[in-house]
């Protein structure tokens, strides 16, 4: 069999996160009873005009400046023409031409094996989302416009594409989906399909420089369907190859159940969609002052964060990852770096304790963590746990009293330092004290000491832990081996 390689071009689209749709001011919502945020204009009748939402314009910018792309300083918006009924007008305002979307020619980085891999963006544009089609339970079919004129943003790789591997394809949308997240500009959601992702895919013999045959690939909405389903279809369209076939240019569905792929619709030509420039919206124009100061307010994005939080703090880059990947997490970390607190230690406690904590009982983070849903807010602020971190650094209380404390804290809210005063659980260095509790734990156990004079110095353990038992959690631990250690010899 020969070796083939696979390429993978990326196109998404996102639904801003505007209070009003794109040419009208009906309000963007997720769900609700069918046709009930419509409007003469985007229903399209006759004698309506759009008028174009600025804070859409504003974030297709500000995304097309984080993805490093060139801004089209004059831009204009094109119909594309098409009848289905999903389209009320009849056609959909959109954006056409190589350098004429609001972004172009830009690129962003994805991680890649121990590094960094560099994918190309083609453009940046924005353009209008059309309806849905419902099945009804009485028969035939229904189209609701709700979703009619929502804002969206389709960001496209570069071609030949970058991405090669089922995994890329993943890497690629999760980064991507990040970046939005941290402009605030999409809420992400895949699953309720606010970001869709819809890879085209083909194989080629590692022999041959031209591209395959691509196919289109629908209905992805998770990470795994993303992942799943190009992989499957490398290995669909391989196997055509490998049988004597030829891949058809096609549409294809995923399905998340069997987890294959099936035929919606060849693409035999490529349709014409009549693209010209819509007559009813007068061209963009953007200054550079305006441009390089959407530039200057741009949020530190997830990788330079990445990086500053291992270059700067010098976390490993598991728990920086762990940070950076919920923007509210870094939010919190970085407050508690503001407070003086260890950056090492605040990360420590974050992503073991507390996460553990927050996963257990439901709760988010912080208020600005909030969605939708109805989550409680942890009690627990940057300042609880820088508390709690200089507690230990200064020897307070030890590591483990620290983790009973966190537990309290969680449930009452109560700074640890105020904890520690009311339960008398500050750290016993006292040695002779120690000693005392040192000596009581060899006295009891002789068979224990014989065994370590006998060279097996690991039960060495069993004693520090008697006497962090007879403390009560609360004795100094390195000064109780050191103490034991000394004697037994
Ligand atoms: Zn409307």
Known sequence: MANYIPSVGMEVHAELLTHSKMFCRCPVAFGGEPNTRVCPVCMGLPGTLPVPNRSAIEMALRTSLALNCKIAYESVFHRKNYFYPDLPKGYQVSQYGETNPLGYHGWVEIPSGDGYQRVSIRRVHLEEDTGKLMHLPSGGSGVDYNRAG???MEIVTGFPPDISTPDESKEYLYQLRLILLYLEVCDGKLEHGSMRCEPNISVRPDDQSELGTKTELKNLNSFRSVQLGVQFEVRRQVAVLEGG?????????????????????????????????????IPMHFTEEYIEGLRAELPELPLAKLRRYRDDYLLGEKDARRLVEDRHWAEFFEEGIKLGGDPKLVCNWMISDFARLLNETGQVISERAKDDDAHDVSKVTPAHIVDLVNLVSKGTISGKTAKDIFDEMFKSGDFASSLVEKKGATQISDSDQILAWVREALAKNPDVVGKYKS??????????????KSSQGRANAPMVQDLVKKELE
């Open 150 to 152: 929502v804002p969206l």
């Open 245 to 281: 076939g030829r891949v058809a240019q096609e549409t294809r569905g995923w399905n998340d159940t069997s987890e294959t792929s099936f035929l919606m619709r060849t693409k035999e030509t490529e349709q014409d969609y009549r693209y010209f420039a819509c007559p009813d919206l």
């Open 455 to 468: 060279g097996q110095t690991n039960v060495i353990g069993f004693l520090v832990g008697q006497v962090m």
